[in-house]
C-alpha cells in the first residue's frame, strides 16, 4: 500500500519561499517517477512539477523558473522548493506517484501579506 506524507506548508509572505517534503513508502522509490499537484477550493487539482526515476523533471508554466522538484532515493523523500511565492500559490500541495492511485493529505501553502 502506497502512503504519502506532506510538510513544510504554512503561511509567507509573496516573494518568499517555502520547502515542501513528501515521505513515501510502500514502493521501491527509487524506481518511480513522482509528482506535485495542487489545489484550491472549488477548482480542479493542478499539475505542477513532475521527476521521473532518473531525475528528469518538467514543470507547469506558472511555476517554471520558481519551484524546483528534487528526490533523495536514500531518503524514500521527494521535495518541491519553491522560491517567490505569489498569492495565485496558495492552495493545498499533494505529491503523487503517477503509476498508483494514492494520494496523501496534502499540505497547506498560504501566501499572504
Known amino acids: 500500500q502506497v502512503q504519502l506524507v506532506e510538510s513544510g506548508g504554512g503561511l509567507v509572505q509573496p516573494g518568499g519561499s517555502l520547502r515542501l517534503s513528501c515521505a513515501v513508502s510502500g514502493i521501491i522509490f527509487s524506481s518511480n517517477g513522482m509528482a506535485w499537484y495542487r489545489q484550491t477550493p472549488g477548482k480542479q487539482r493542478e499539475w505542477v512539477a513532475v521527476i521521473s526515476s532518473g531525475g528528469y523533471t518538467n514543470y507547469a508554466d506558472s511555476v517554471k523558473g520558481r519551484f524546483t522538484i528534487s528526490r533523495d532515493n536514500a531518503k524514500n523523500t521527494v521535495y518541491l522548493e519553491m522560491n517567490s511565492l505569489k498569492p495565485e500559490d496558495t492552495a493545498v500541495y499533494y505529491c503523487?506517484?503517477?503509476?498508483?492511485?494514492?494520494w496523501g493529505q496534502g499540505t497547506q501553502v498560504t501566501v499572504s501579506s
Open positions: 503523487h506517484v503517477p503509476k498508483y492511485p494514492n
